[in-house]
């Protein structure tokens, strides 16, 4: 299955010359070049080459893909890919599908730029807020990976294009876009609730503008939610940017308050998991196991977002919030009934 990068690299252009003004917003495909996953809990990544002479702006997201077929899809930019070929095996500790070659998403520079589960509608970005791509910026490559939970459906023969339509322009927009992936590792014990808690500091001098939000979790997750946190003394001030049930349409929301986040200021994550499983549930990639997952996707005047990707902890019971903060928000795991049903939970651990 293997193909030259540069020949994606070629379609991008040509769909780029056929633009009648600089203002005319594109649409361009970044599909599955009908694959055909042999094996549950396959993940297969495929690329396009963004041509470097040119920076394109990307404005939306449309999903092409059902969760029958799809489990999750995610768009990552790389300086560079895993691999030159057209499609790989991209889930690290995952199944390989023999026959395919196996390799990290990015070989460099990896960065989520936007992610899909559960039948989630398309994401338009607000006004003069885009993914700055190709030409000088860090993203040389964006590279799908599609999650294959199960196969049934491939086994008459059928085969698969799920992906993601993009919408881009050659204009450049003032505002620049990036996400925060923040999430954990850690284990959940049989039969219980388990609370998975992450928490990083922003030390970049940006100013970080909070506009739409998205949880991920597998079949336990209750509750995820996401804060700002900023220290007052010897106390905590915690606001809300997002909080969800994660059974839902796994989609980018709109945060719950206009709020910036500063050089100094702390964003902090909790993922309610409730087992009633007689076995250890662990962090992975596989649909038996959980992940725990909040994503930040904001804008901000500077040229380019925050170089920091990733806020990333250990997770249960190496990792909690007590080990860091003052307080914490006793409603961190209760959805408001408006967005789904109520977790009440309000189990606290004990050291």
Known sequence: MACCVEVLALVLLIVTASATTPDTLQKFPLL???????????????????????????TAFQPNASMDTAHHMLLYGCETPGTDEEVWNCGEMALAQPGIKSAAVCGSGSQVIYAWARDAPKLVLPEGVAFKVGGKSPIQYIVLQVHYASVEKFKDGSTDDSGVFLYYTETPQ?????????????????NSVEYMETACTINEDKVIHPFAFRTHTHALGRVVSGYKVTRKG??????????????????????????VLRK?????????????????????????DEMCNFYIMYWTASSEPLQKKYCFSFGPPLYRWQKQFFSIPHDASVIPASQGPRYHHHHQHHY
């Open 32 to 58: 599955m070049p009908h694959v055909k996953p042999e094996r549950a809990e396959t993940y297969f990544c495929t690329p396009i080459r963004i041509d470097p002479t040119q920076e394109y702006y990307i």
């Open 174 to 190: 003032p505002k620049a876009a990036g996400v925060l992936l923040m999430g954990t590792g850690g284990r959940i014990n049989p």
């Open 234 to 259: 010897y106390a905590d001030e915690w606001e809300l940017i997002g909080k969800k049930d994660p059974q839902l349409p796994q989609m980018f929301y709109p945060v719950a308050k206009d709020l």
């Open 264 to 288: 100094g200021d702390t964003v902090a994550a909790r993922c309610t998991m409730e087992s009633k499983r007689d076995r250890t549930t662990r962090v992975g990639p596989f649909n038996k």
